[in-house]
């Protein structure tokens, strides 16, 4: 059963506590942003901890979920950013809208099976040509990075950076992979 929106803040709380910093998907965001003003799309957004923090740093950030619980969390801390409630397989996201679209807290492995490549394009086509999809996930049996790959190129994106972690450690192979996609000018 997944989480609930309290249960999560409760737990990256912890983290914190224990002197874990949590902010590093956002540094690698705005790091390949460059200063606002630009639009960012946190894909599976959970209750917020990335775009709040990115829309702290001045990024016009919007969230996206599927789990009500989730956003419901998100909007008591941050009421002013826009929420939407939609299966990022299906929602009927804003064609070439985005600068960067962000997966981050392994998103790409809690889909449904089955609706990956649909969700990739779906992303592919909500950043504007030339924008970014980054995504950061386990690395495994249910998406491994040749396959995920194969996605992006499909929906028009080409690989331009791959990482071990937030922190832009080369990946050199094993579990963890932080993918950044640009979406081709064509496409």
């Known amino acids: 059963m997944p989480l609930r929106g309290d249960e999560y803040d ?28 630009a639009r960012v799309l946190d894909a599976g957004c959970g209750t917020g901890r990335v775009a709040i923090e990115l829309a ?29 409630l939609g299966d990022l397989a299906s929602a009927d996201l804003p064609d070439s809208h985005f600068d960067l679209v962000v997966a981050a807290g392994n998103v790409m492995i809690f889909l449904e099976l089955g609706t990956e490549a649909a969700v990739v394009s779906n992303l592919a086509r909500t950043a504007g040509p030339g924008g970014l999809v980054v995504a950061g996930f386990q690395i495994g049996r249910q998406l491994a990075l040749e396959r995920y790959d194969a ?32 979406r081709r000018e064509d496409s």
């Open 56 to 84: 702290r740093r001045g990024y016009d950030t919007v969230g996206i979920d599927v789990e009500q619980s989730m956003l419901d969390a998100a909007r008591a801390k941050a009421r002013g950013l826009e929420w939407i």
């Open 10 to 37: 409760a737990r990256f709380a912890r983290f914190e506590a224990e002197g874990l910093y949590l902010h590093g998907e956002a540094d690698l965001v705005a790091g390949l942003l460059g200063a606002p003003p």
């Open 151 to 182: 996605l992006g190129a499909a929906a028009g994106l080409e690989l331009v950076h791959r990482w071990a972690t937030w922190e832009q450690t080369p990946y050199t192979g094993g579990d963890y992979a932080v993918s950044v996609h640009r």
